[in-house]
C-alpha cells in the first residue's frame, strides 16, 4: 500500500507539473485560435480533477507497475508512451470523426503530446518511487 501511494502521488506530480507547463503555453498559442468558440470562457475543475485522478491510476496499472516488477525505467517510458498515445489518440479521433471543423494539427499535437508526458510521467514517477524506497 506503501508503493501504492508513493508512486501515485509522485506519478501525479510529475504529470501535473509538466502538464500545467504545456497548457499554460499552449492554450493561447494553439487550442484558443483553433478552437474558439468550442473552448469554455473559464476552466471548469471537476472534469479536470476527474481526468487526473483516473489517468494516474492508469499510469500506474499499465506502466509504473510493471516497470516496478521489472525493475527497468525503460518499461515505464515504453509503457507509459503507448498509453499515452493510445488514450490520446481516442479523444482526438473520437473528436475528429465527430465534430465539424476539428483541426487536424490538434490531433497530431495532442498524440505527441500524449505520448510524451504519459511516458515522462510514468519513467519519473518510476525514478522517484524507486528512490524513496530502495
Known sequence: MKTLG???VATGLVFLAI???WLSTMASRLYRPL???MLTDSFNV????????IYIGGIL??????ALGAGRW??????????GFVAYATY???NQATLRNWPTIITVADLAWGTFLTAASATGGFLI???LLG
Open 61 to 66: 496499472f499499465f506502466a509504473l507497475y510493471p
Open 92 to 94: 482526438d479521433l473520437t
Open 35 to 37: 478552437l474558439g468558440d
Open 129 to 131: 518511487t524507486r528512490k
Open 6 to 8: 508513493i508512486a501515485y
Open 74 to 83: 525503460q518499461t515505464a517510458a515504453l509503457n507509459g508512451a503507448v498509453l
Open 19 to 21: 502538464d500545467a507547463i
Open 46 to 53: 471537476a472534469p479536470a480533477v476527474f481526468f487526473y485522478l
